[in-house]
């Protein structure tokens, strides 16, 4: 008995992370490094290693003008899709924060486009912004040809994705919101502070401990964006919406080069832990109280 | 006793009047208080259908397509509604490809890996913040670290995992390698980290065990988190559209995301129809969400942690 | 250690039930779940009531295998979605319920042709997958390298079938070494459609036969005929191809990749991608062919809602841009545009064809090449045709009645029949193995010289570049 009880003390604490730890072992750590392992290579058609070429991936792909724009492409899709899609699901939980009537209306209007797969809703918005029959140029009296205008297309794919993302925005600062304590609104307004700077000194500090963990899921989903982009631009025009993961997925399934493709989501990896780490560095400057 | 009440008699009328002076001076400061949140409520509501309307807009034009005949759509003139409405595009995609199936498919799948993740992430959370052992923070990070991999460098090898398992073309491909996630393993320890240790130590010494600790105390304690993390697994569940295209072969496999891919044809197009598909498949779960949205806020909301 | 290890799985189960039936732990997964089983039951009312057909096709399909163990089953991979997997639906369906060949065909849809490909490489290096698989035309180099398939010539030349009744220029792009590697079964060309009330508008009675003679109709077109544009032009690979047939150039080396591998393409010596950039350029410099986005079916939009007078597309949309633009304007068809006026060549078809993979069962190929012998009969082509807008591969086809039929209400559809007789098998288009990443590339880079007003030389120099990287890449670990 006593035996046993020390085992389950002993490995107890692993037992409970085994079947997430099992499930990430076959499906991740294990294609990952076969990854690694195929990056070094190229590749034949049937996506097997034929060709040991060590870091010619890499170099060809860090020096390649295609690659460096799909970097800076990402990293400007990323930074709106973020902002704006933050931006929106704020603005709907503070006007949710109090009740009023219709807040149920409102809050599952704000929440609804989470709810919305994104191939669908590029099929939706490829109508919106098409500029013969789409909705938007006949609205805003403009002749813009959206999706193909290197100046607008990627802008537009990022609204599109930062409006799906609002939902799920929407909530979790609904949530952040709801842990604020109304005492310290009262007490600010009793001190006749504006609402604007309640805002700002109040409500944004309120919100810091889920702020975190929205900024990092928000920047993690916007790096793996890909139905939208598959359907909306297939990455043009040119290469204006090319995205790092669109453009794995073009190396891998078009174009036979899963060494290039493997050597691409080894670099997107990299990108994405040195963003995680400065995230959880600063997280540790984050006031908890 | 009368003497004493005779003698506080005085100063008790005293404080009346001053209190029905307050109380008068409270009135005025209530009528402007309810006169200004009236306005405030005003701009509120207003400023709230304005916002909706523009959240909703994409939504609703799809709607509106969807009813239209193909040639309305189909005009450079303004055509914010249908003149002729029309059920067509609706019998048009239904006739094409089962989407209830694809939808029943799309649910148990989703439903299934939302289910899993809870408990996967419910349990290893709860070993990463309440118990110690060796190798903690190395197997923390490397959870951690799952999340950065872009899924689309490991859907080849996974592939043919399961490819030599002879798991395609079932239910189980869709569902198990999503079984966990490091976003939600995150998310739940962060919310345990809040809880006090003692929380857990009364509850060892009561003798309750690991288990019934984590589903009696931890879970109903983190109905927050459980919530946002519900939300967002089964959208994302919902939302795949690689994997299900590459392990599924049969239409009575399918989920909603290759369903409508199918009435995206190569050489003919037809919009309306399609957007008809669309708006029917968005429909369920948006009229899910709507009739759990209650439950869901409500536990995102009496949350007994902070989020 | 093992005993923990059952009771935290029992503890699992019972956590799992728990979640289920109690409803104060964990609401939203409750919630979640008893959302799903309504949903659930939801839906299959509406599939029993409303996908009547596709549950009786699967019943039916159920009852078939059941009933006879001895059948040889095939499993077949389309890429028809839509209205077209209807169609093709309809005609395994009809094969399965009448054949006496004691053949079952397992028919699944595995998305667009890109998909269906790269799911056919992970299949095979699998070690499963399908016995017939219809793969796009410019898969072709691809399949015949692979080494999986058997060519359909030793199906055809095994049962003695006559395939002199195939349509010559559709047999010819498949034929290579003298062999017929697939069967061609979806084929279509492109062709120029008009919208006969402007060209009318515009007192203009011959409608322009090349790119030149667009760009000159151009003003009349847009002035007097009302147009918002001449003509709504998709960046589409495929064009650009069509474009090096209708002047009689190579794409590639090596007979257009068809004597053998290719090593580096060809347009940018004989100067046809030059033609097609500088073409290209000017009529979108004046105005006559904006930039409408890229694939096939992006300038049909601008057609059918009746801003552009002209539009390119595959003989497959006919059906559907007659039915979008609905008798709002007389829709008339002419033969794909020339380059240059002086150009002599013709045009190679798009689509797709079938092949036989080599599964070593004699049994399976045998019925797979009977099911291939009933999809390209011409009954079942003239069928195919009428629902969906593809060639009959078959030029019996043309004598069906539902085929008369249907040539009488589209007349349109004679242009297209037209154009093919008219081409000849020497312009029958180029192979070569890395033709989907060409393919893209071309798009690109007519976007950028569109976009960024690139020089239409240093254009195709840079595209040919990079069409040359990806063949020699390709070569080098592959052969």
């Known amino acids: ?289 | 006793m009368e003497m004493e009440a005779m003698q506080s008699a005085r100063p008790d009328a005293e404080k009346e009047a001053l209190r029905e002076r307050q109380r008068e001076e409270g009135r005025r400061i209530n009528a402007r208080a309810r006169r200004r949140k009236k306005i405030f409520t005003g701009i509120r509501v207003a400023l709230n259908v304005v916002m909706a309307l523009f959240i909703l807009m994409p939504l609703l034009y799809a709607v509106s397509i969807a009813f239209m005949p193909s040639g309305e759509l189909f005009t450079t003139s303004f055509n914010l509604v249908p003149r002729n409405p029309t059920l067509e595009n609706f019998q048009a995609a239904i006739s094409k490809v089962p989407l209830g199936r694809f939808v029943l498919n799309s649910f148990l799948v989703a439903g299934l890996i939302t289910l899993g993740q809870i408990i996967s992430c419910s349990l290893a959370a709860f070993s990463f913040s309440f118990l110690d052992f060796r190798g903690k923070n190395a197997l923390f990070m490397l959870v951690m670290a799952t999340m950065m991999v872009p899924g689309e460098a490991t859907i080849i090898s996974n592939y043919l995992t399961v490819g030599s398992w002879g798991w395609l073309n079932t239910y189980r491909v869709l569902i198990v390698p999503y079984l966990t996630s490091a976003m939600g393993i995150f998310l739940f320890r962060q919310f345990y980290k809040s809880f006090p240790i003692s929380l857990y130590e009364a509850a060892k010494i009561d003798g309750c065990p690991n288990l019934r600790f984590i589903f009696t105390i931890l879970i109903p304690l983190t109905k927050t988190a459980i919530g946002a993390m519900a939300v967002y697994t089964f959208i994302n569940a919902w939302n795949m559209y690689m994997w299900p295209l590459l392990v599924t072969g049969d239409e009575s496999m399918r989920t909603v995301q290759i369903g409508i891919s199918m009435l995206n044809s190569v050489d003919s197009q037809s919009m309306t129809m399609m957007i008809a598909g669309v708006v029917l498949i968005i429909l369920p779960s948006i009229s899910i969400f709507i009739v759990g949205q209650k439950q869901l806020i409500r536990g995102m909301f009496s949350g007994a942690v902070k989020g | 250690m093992k005993r923990k290890f059952l009771m935290t799985t029992a503890g699992l189960l019972a956590a799992a039930m728990a979640l289920g039936a109690c409803g104060s732990a964990g609401s939203t997964a409750t919630t979640a779940q008893s959302a799903a089983s309504a949903a659930a039951t939801e839906a299959a009312a509406d599939t029993a009531s409303s996908a009547d057909s596709a549950s009786s096709a699967d019943s039916s399909a159920t009852e078939v295998a059941a009933d006879t163990q001895d059948k040889v089953t095939i499993t077949f991979w389309h890429s028809m979605g839509g209205v077209n997997g209807e169609a093709l639906t309809h005609l395994v369906d009809q094969y399965n319920s009448e054949n006496t060949d004691g053949v079952y065909v397992d028919a699944q849809y595995q998305g667009e042709y890109d998909d269906t490909l790269n799911k056919l490489k992970s299949a095979q290096i699998g070690n499963m997958g399908a016995d017939l698989v219809q793969i796009y035309e410019i898969g072709t180099r691809f399949m015949i390298d692979s080494g999986w398939v058997v060519p359909m010539q030793d199906l055809i030349d095994r049962d003695g079938y006559d395939i002199s009744q195939l349509e010559p220029n559709i047999a010819a792009y498949y034929t290579v070494d003298n062999k017929l590697y697939s069967m061609p079964f979806n084929s279509s060309t492109p062709i120029l459609y008009y919208n006969k009330d402007m060209f009318d508008a515009a007192g203009i009675t011959d409608v322009p036969d090349s790119l030149p003679g667009i760009d000159a109709a151009a003003a009349d077109l847009t002035g007097k005929g009302g147009a918002g544009e001449a003509i709504s032009m998709g960046i589409y690979g495929w064009f650009f191809e069509q474009f090096l047939c209708k002047q009689g150039l190579n794409y590639v080396d090596n007979g257009n990749g068809r004597e053998g591998a290719c090593t580096k393409v060809e347009f940018d010596t004989n100067g046809g991608g030059l033609n097609i950039f500088k073409q290209w350029k000017t009529m979108y410099d004046d105005g006559t062919a904006p930039n409408v986005g890229k694939g096939g079916d992006s300038g049909l939009v601008d057609f059918t809602a009746g801003k552009s007078a002209m539009t390119l597309g595959s003989t497959a949309s006919l059906k559907q841009i007659l039915e979008e633009v609905d008798g709002k304007f007389e829709v008339g068809t002419a033969y794909f545009p020339k380059v240059t006026d002086s150009d002599e060549g013709g045009v190679s078809i798009g689509g797709a064809s079938l092949w036989a993979l080599n599964n070593g069962d004699e049994a399976k190929q045998d019925a797979v090449w009977k099911f291939v012998k009933f999809l390209v009969s011409p009954e079942s082509q003239a069928y195919w045709a009428t629902q969906t807008g593809y060639f009959p591969v078959t030029t019996a086809a043309h004598d069906e009645d539902v085929f008369k039929q249907n040539i009488e209400q589209y007349p349109q559809f004679q242009t297209a029949i037209d154009q093919l007789h008219d081409s000849a098998p020497q312009y029958a288009g180029a192979l070569m193995s890395v033709f989907s990443e060409a393919r893209q590339d071309v798009e690109s880079s007519i976007e950028d010289m569109l976009n960024n007003n690139e020089d239409p030389q240093e254009a195709v120099d840079k595209l040919a570049k990079e069409i040359n990287k990806a063949i020699s890449d390709y070569n080098v670990v592959n052969s």
């Open chain 1, 1 to 289: 008995m006593n035996k046993k009880k020390g085992l389950a003390v002993k490995f107890g604490p692993y037992g409970y992370i085994l079947p997430s730890l099992s499930v990430f072992a076959i499906f991740l750590f294990y294609p990952f490094f076969k990854t690694i392992y195929l990056s070094l290579f190229m590749t034949n058609k049937m996506g097997q290693a034929k060709l040991f070429v060590g870091l010619q991936n890499y170099i060809d792909l860090l020096t390649s003008e295609e690659f460096q724009n799909s970097i800076l492409v990402t990293v400007i899709f990323v930074a709106i899709v973020v902002v704006l899609g933050m931006f929106l699901g704020l603005v709907g939980a503070v006007l949710c924060n109090k009740s009023f009537p219709g807040i149920r209306i409102f809050s599952t209007a704000y929440a609804l486009p989470m709810a919305i797969a994104s191939s669908s809703a590029a099929m939706i918005f490829k109508i919106i912004l098409d500029p013969t029959i789409g909705i938007l140029d006949k609205l805003l009296h403009l002749n813009i040809n959206w999706i193909n205008d290197p100046k607008y297309a990627l802008v537009c794919v990022a609204v599109l994705t930062a409006w799906l993302n609002s939902g799920i925005n929407f909530l979790y600062f609904s949530a952040g919101l709801a842990g604020i304590d109304e005492v310290i609104y009262e007490r600010a307004r009793v001190d006749g502070v504006s609402p604007i700077r309640q805002f700002f000194s109040l409500t944004l500090p309120g919100l810091s401990p889920i702020m975190f963990y929205t900024i990092v899921v928000n920047i993690i989903q916007a790096f793996q964006s890909f139905g939208q982009v598959k359907i909306l631009t297939q990455g043009g025009p040119g290469d204006a919406t090319n995205l790092i993961v669109y453009s794995i997925y073009r190396d891998a399934f078009f174009n036979f080069r899963f060494g290039t493709a493997a050597a691409e989501s080894v670099i997107l990896f990299l990108i994405i832990l040195v963003l995680t780490l400065l995230m959880f560095r600063s997280e540790k400057n984050v006031n908890y109280g």
